[in-house]
């Protein structure tokens, strides 16, 4: 008889995202007339860049002609965009990256969560908490994660980030082989100063500990002294695996793309004790499971460094960016305690006392007409919280936050 990964049955009901999903459905079945206004899941609404788009329209009419049609590409991706990728992201930081560490993917969900294949069952876990839900949950399919006991995961370290603590983790007190870190951070918008993160990566190279670095949000810094690669931070070649995605950076989320850079510095103990580069090891599984991303999306990906392609979508992220700003300074009038929305494009804000982010993410939903996402879903540390997006159109924005300023008065 066929047996399952029984794994999966340890999982939450379901991803925190359609569990959103469902009651915004069951709201608008029974409020046909309401109109909502969306700013829970972390989807972009501007369209993609005039010069993605040039590229794309260009890069079919290739595959119309046997001379320039392209078939399967490499499952790294083509040089083309690796190479745009070295000089547009790494070469002006001072950071050395070679061709073959760089692997193009259909977007950084399934690298974070795919690259733990190359990894122990036995390794542990750390996690800064709150956090993006998909880390958590792949280590639980892989059975990494033990048992889900009074709201956590017993062989998960859970680094509370907090605004007590000011959102800096602090290094964790039990052994750990994994440590995912994600800054700008999803979902409290907070970032890591070059200080903060040069103590992770000295615990890391100490410990003998991978830094799995998600960077998807880098291109929302704004400040001079924020790190966007955890590269340059010295000795991370030997301790970290970034991952990368153009969904927030350029708007494709339905196109779907990002990169993985793995040095070939890092390396982790094999049985025998001998130690095994993750690079080799990643391409290995990247040829046996993966078979590249489109050739149309990586000329749309690479039209992102051309010169019209950074001002286009420096545009954008400046428009989310005003967004941000705006939602920060409607929400602190109303006397809520606002993070994030400086560096990034997700507000955190605190719940009035009392009020857990379920409650408060169900009355916004229902006396406002406006969709959140409550902290609680993504770790413990999120409880008290609710996250807003910056990436709603700006008369949304605005719309929204006069619903919260009226909704807080009367409520
Ligand atoms: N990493 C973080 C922190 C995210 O918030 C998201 C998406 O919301 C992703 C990765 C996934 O991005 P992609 O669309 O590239 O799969």
Sequence with gaps: MATINSNFLKLQKSYLFSTIAQKVSAFKANNPDAQLIRLGIGDVTRPLAPAVIEALHKAVDEQASADTFRGYGPEQGYEFLRQAIIDGDFTPRGINIDLDEVFINDGAKSDTGNFVDILGTDNTICVTDPIYPVYIDTNVMAGRAGNFEEGAWDRIAYSPCNAENN????????????????????????????????????????????????????????????????????????????????SKTAGFTGLRCGYTIVPKEVTAK??????????????????????????????????????????????????????????????????????????????????????????????????AHIVSTPGAGFGPAGEGYIRLTAFGRREDCEEAMRRLKTWMQQS
Excluded at 219 to 225: F, N, P, S, T, V
Excluded at 343 to 349: G, K, L, S, V
Aim: hydrophobic share 40%.
């Design 167 to 246: 959102f800096i983790p602090a290094l964790p007190t039990t052994p750990v082989d994994l440590i995912y870190l994600c800054y700008p951070n999803n979902p409290t918008g907070t970032t890591l100063s070059r200080t903060e993160l040069k103590r992770w990566v000295d615990y890391a190279l100490a410990n003998d500990a991978i830094i799995l670095y998600d960077a998807a949000y880098e291109a929302y810094i704004q400040d001079e002294e924020t790190p966007h690669s955890i590269y340059e931070i010295e000795g991370a070649r030997a301790c970290a695996v970034e991952f990368h995605s153009f």
């Design 270 to 367: 094999a049985k025998d004790g001998s130690r095994v580069s993750l690079n080799p090891l990643w391409n290995r599984r990247q040829c046996t499971k993966f078979n590249g991303t489109p050739y149309i999306v990586q000329r749309a990906a690479e039209a992102i460094y051309s010169e019209a392609g950074k001002r286009q979508v420096r545009e954008t992220i400046d428009y989310y960016m005003t967004n941000a700003r705006l939602m920060r300074e409607a929400l602190t009038a109303t006397g809520l305690q606002v993070f994030g929305g400086e560096n990034a494009p997700y507000i955190w804000f605190k719940t009035p006392a009392g009020v857990s982010s379920w409650e408060f993410f169900e009355s916004l939903l229902h006396e």
